[in-house]
């Protein structure tokens, strides 16, 4: 099932200039965001561009952030940025097997994102969520062991939205 939310109007998307954005400053410049990836002690300088498809998750060491590992470009399949708040278009949740034995170990681990193309991100979070809705996941809630809607519960497994907001424990969508 695909489902199409509209956060902002197409321009808006590609701009990112809009309302909801203008307390923000965004850390990207010229469409681009430079991180400094620490992988094994050595930095490795990586870059994310505007339009890159990303997996977006929970960083495990650092709660307040969000890790994106690119799924295209230059740095496919690896970490290439670190940010409070991703705005993402054409965003799906994926939770894998690793649920599994994150609940049998009672351990968290990398196992669930969500994934789309960047449009910005920003190093504080977004304030004005008026109209949106809240998706959330937690793997040791047996009940619901998937991205759902915090306020009714319901399941967004399978569900594409037009654009989402990923920050603190949730990802924002409008419906």
Request: aromatic share 10%; net charge positive; charged share 30%.
């Amino acid at each position: 099932m695909n489902q199409q939310l509209s956060m902002f109007d197409e321009s808006a998307v590609e701009k990112t200039h809009t309302k909801r954005f203008h307390d923000t400053k965004s850390i990207m410049k010229n469409g681009r965001m430079h991180s400094i990836i620490k992988y094994k002690k050595i930095d490795h300088h990586r870059h994310l561009d505007v339009g890159d498809k990303l997996d977006v998750y929970r960083n495990l060491n650092r709660s307040e952030l969000y890790s994106a590992k690119a799924k295209s470009g230059e740095f496919k399949n690896l970490v290439s940025g670190y940010a409070k708040c991703y705005v993402l278009k054409d965003v799906s949740f994926f939770v894998g097997k690793g649920r599994e034995t994150a609940v049998e170990r009672k351990e968290r681990s990398v196992h669930a994102f969500a994934r789309g193309e960047l449009v910005d991100a920003f190093d504080q979070h977004i304030t004005e969520l008026q109209g949106m809705r809240a998706i959330t996941y937690n793997p040791f809630n047996e009940e619901i062991p998937y991205f759902h809607f915090k306020d009714t519960g319901e399941i967004v497994k399978g569900m594409t939205f037009k654009s989402a907001i990923v920050q603190g424990s949730n990802v924002w969508v409008n419906q």
